[in-house]
């Protein structure tokens, strides 16, 4: 994986944007939540028809700058703090124009979750070695 993270490309579509062009501000979450997705099922290497170990619980964004219909974007991901049950990761979303403007800046927490018994879990050691070893640290 590249030091800055791992790269998700969107193509700004129209229904993403609002009356004003510019991409509608619960869009980015749906950008955000995708990368995250994408990041998970690389890193884990498991088929996308399963259960993630882990669930969203919280979310931010920041917007900096408009994003319009038919930019491409660039988010990039990363994990970026470990607790004992959790995990936070940022996003940051680009544009693919030549100064690379940053359009969004994204935060999520993720919780371990065992399915099974409906309540979450420590984060084990083996995923936080993936983690490190992917983001190359």
Known sequence: MKKDGFQTTIEVKYRDTDSMGHVSSPVYYDYLQHAYLGYMFDV???????????????????YTQ?????????????????GSKSFDMEHIMRRNDEANTIVAKGAST?????????STTLVPEQFKQQVAAYQGE
């Not at 884990?44 to 920041?62: N, R, W």
């Not at 408009?66 to 491409?72: R, S």
């Not at 993720?110 to 409906?118: E, G, I, K, L, R």
């Open 66 to 82: 408009p994003a319009m219909y038919g930019d491409m974007l660039t988010v990039s991901s990363r994990v970026t703090r470990f």
């Open 110 to 118: 993720h919780v371990m979750f065992d399915y099974a018994t409906n």
């Open 44 to 62: 884990l290497q498991i088929p996308k028809t399963e259960k993630l170990p882990h669930i969203m619980v919280k979310t931010s964004c920041e």
